[in-house]
């Protein structure tokens, strides 16, 4: 901020007032002696009573493939450093909490955490290793539903309609994308599944936007309502005829000519299927056209405030319309994508996947970019408990299965941060 | 369905709408009952029957076969369609409220099998219905049945396998671990919302997962899991804790069903006779009023979510002290999102709660029977369900089904407001 006082038309005295945002207690102590808590953990577990006896074998790319790079590291030193390091970032935010250094220091804390555990697991025994890569990939096999999923959120709730429903839209497209990409082939299975999403997403706007239904209650009906239909019509028509309603083909992953072959990160980003692909246009479509078109300019406003929006002349209602459905497809071919990655439709394929994706829209707090942040490390967190099942079996896995759910709590509850949502998110629109 | 005794001035929304006359009262006996709503809880009902009828008729073997040549012999495709929604439906009845075939052997068992089921079926319903219910007139929506019912049945259930106690004396602990273990789950969204702000939605989806993870990890541990080792499921609750057969051994209806009872006849009188109740109703329709009156809307939030929580705790109870004996990956069966269900459609009242339990309860018994005698999936109550509860919500949509006049809006309408209201 920054006052201009004028004393005379000669001496002109501009004062610089530099105001902070102020940090909350509860962030400032909460994400503090958190901090200091991962640290010590880190120190005692991996450090203290880490494996004295073995270095950390690192790969960067799965056993059996050509040339992998692969190097090993003393796993004790590298806990024991990065335990200190977590506990002073900890001091530092609890002595001087700036607000704009919260994501940097937060950022790097847990990723010591996570590097520390990594060198743990991968110095467990003599013959236990960890391949990076092969654990990044499933990290973004994972985070693609949940991306496409909280995509979806983000068109929905920036325009002002609480879609709790992605799991329900996700489901009708796994289903319809089963039965279409069986009868006909894969890209029409995909546009099929992102047509029904679109269409769950229909129904969503019009008794959100048209009957004035309470858009949570209306959600979870919709999610009963998607479960049900496609048990019923599993049961009914898929069961019995697997061979011809329910065999849906895999997607071949296909390699980008020059970046697939770049060491670590062709793998990892430019040799993937199709979906994923469309999920990276996605990503910078949905960021770009919210914060760079007239259309999303006027989406936010119609969140935000839609009495105001209306008095501008732009039409509150078309644009929630219009922006629900094409969530709903978004989230729809987020359902495809567990067809052509498992190849059938089971009941409940989605089991739960739209709720993390729900989790993670609101810990990314309700930006694109953020949504996908918290979409890659809830999938970073489930690509984890399959590493630590197999490296670390006596870790209870379903504690690692937690985390999203947790840091969402703790999200909401304002302890990592201000969550706000829209503020005219799930207010119906009703002209006077 | 005979099961429906709504009482429309019980209606909770009444009351608001009488008090800014929004409402233009009907006058008139047939023209009154048109416009209540009643009458769209029964249309709703009917409504999502004969869609649930068509889908019957889609999944019937026969009928898909003469749909086949039907544009040379369409009416085929009607008769077998007509045929199967019939069978459907008379199984559905008999699975829910007596079999003749069954009833013809003499026994008990064959009487009252069916209606024996439908309570079974009822009471963690109604349990759960009374406790979103109760959480909707305080103007809070409890989507954390689920979490709270596993929490309730994890304490019911550790109490009563672990412990050895004396009959009535076991019972009665379990039966309040139970409470404890629900409220204390339903409870912790009730304080963060107090303390933090944060949107009971989001917290109480988040804590179902945290609880069916909690669920899994101790169905893994020792002293829990039975031996050996091989599935995921409790020891068996012991003979002591558990809830009295109601009709004898035979069949499956125990005293689950009379907590759930007294539990509607409580909710009754917290809501309409007690300060308490006054107190909640009143943050519930305006919580900045309730606030200016000098009430305390935190301390609302947490003993609302308590008592709901509680609720929950006992649907948990029924469920692993009566109806199963083992904990099991699925101890909740549904019954957090069906719960939602129940008291929508029972407009969060106690009577229309439980007599809307009881409704899906029956679809739920019926379902069991109409899959095994026609092979129609039980899927279908799921569907039914959701199409009631959807019409519920949007009265206008069934009047203009059925095109009958009358105002309102539908449940919930008064409180539609978002993740930051």
Known sequence: ?432 | MSEQTFDPAADPQAHLVAADGQRPAPTGFWSRLAASNLMVTVLAIVTAMLIGGVLIAMADPKTQDAAHYFFQYPWDTFTYGFQAIWHGYVALFEGAIFNPHTAASGTLAGYFNPISETLTNATPLILGGLSVGLAFRAGLFNIGGQGQVIAGAICAGFVGFHWQLPYGLHLLLGIIAGILGGAAWGGLAGLLKAKTGAHEVITTIMLNYIALYLLAYLLSVKGFQKPPYGQAISYPVHKTAQLPPLLGGSVRVHAGLILALLAAWFFAWLIDRSTLGFRLRAVGANQFAARTAGMNVENSYITVMLIAGALCGLAGVSQILGTNTQLTGDIDAGIGFDAITVALLGRANAKGIVAAGLLFGALHAGGTQMQSATGTPIDLVQVIQALIVLFIAAPMLVRAIWRIKGTGTGIGGQMAKGWNG
């Open chain 1, 1 to 432: 901020m920054s006052t201009a006082t004028m004393q005379s038309p000669d001496e002109l005295t501009v004062e610089h007032v530099v105001t902070r945002a102020p940090v909350s207690r509860a962030q400032r102590w909460g994400a503090g002696i958190a901090l200091i808590l991962i640290g010590l953990l880190t120190i005692w577990r991996f450090g203290i009573d880490g494996h004295h006896d073995q270095d950390a074998k690192i790969q960067l790319g799965a056993t059996g493939a050509a040339h992998v790079p692969h190097f090993s590291i003393p796993a004790v030193p590298v806990a024991w450093v990065a335990g200190i390091i977590t506990v002073l970032l900890g001091l530092l935010w609890l002595a001087v909490p700036r607000r704009r250094w919260f994501g940097l220091i937060m950022g790097i804390g847990i990723g010591l955490f996570v590097v520390a555990l990594i060198c743990w697991l991968a110095s467990a025994s003599s013959s236990a290793f960890v391949d990076v890569v092969g654990l990044l990939t499933s990290s973004i096999n994972l985070a693609v539903p949940l991306i496409l999923g909280a995509l979806c959120g983000v068109m929905c709730e920036r325009s002002g309609v609480i879609n709790v429903a992605i799991e329900g839209q996700m489901l009708a497209g796994a289903w319809t994308s089963a039965l279409i990409g069986t009868v006909v082939g894969a890209a029409a299975g995909m546009l099929a599944g992102a047509f029904a999403g679109a269409l769950l997403g229909a129904l969503l706007a019009v008794f959100a936007i048209k009957y004035l239904v309470n858009q949570v209650v209306l959600g979870v009906v919709l999610n009963v309502l998607a479960a049900g239909l496609t048990g019923f019509f599993y049961d009914a028509f898929m069961q019995p005829h697997t061979q011809a309603l329910n065999q849906p083909p895999l997607l071949d992953p296909i390699k980008i000519p020059l970046l697939g072959d770049i060491p670590v990160i062709g793998p990892l980003f430019f040799d993937t299927s199709i979906i994923v692909y469309i999920t990276y246009v996605l990503i910078v479509a949905v960021d770009v056209w919210l914060f760079r078109t007239r259309w999303g300019l006027r989406t936010r406003a119609v969140g935000e405030h839609p009495k105001a929006a209306d008095t501008v002349g732009i039409n509150v209602l078309g644009m929630r319309y219009r922006n629900v459905i094409i969530g709903g497809a978004i989230a729809g071919l987020g359902g495809s994508y567990f067809i052509f990655e498992v190849g059938q439709f089971q009941k409940n394929i989605t089991s739960g996947q739209g709720f993390i994706a729900l989790a993670a829209l609101i810990f990314g707090r309700w930006s694109p970019r953020g949504a996908v942040a918290a979409a890659l490390l809830f999938g970073f967190a489930s690509a984890m408990q399959v590493t630590l099942s197999i490296n670390a079996p006596a870790i209870p896995s379903t504690f690692v299965a937690m985390v999203p759910y947790i840091a969402t709590i703790l999200a909401v509850a304002g302890l990592v941060g201000k969550v706000r949502a829209p503020a005219a998110d799930g207010e119906p629109y009703v002209k006077d």
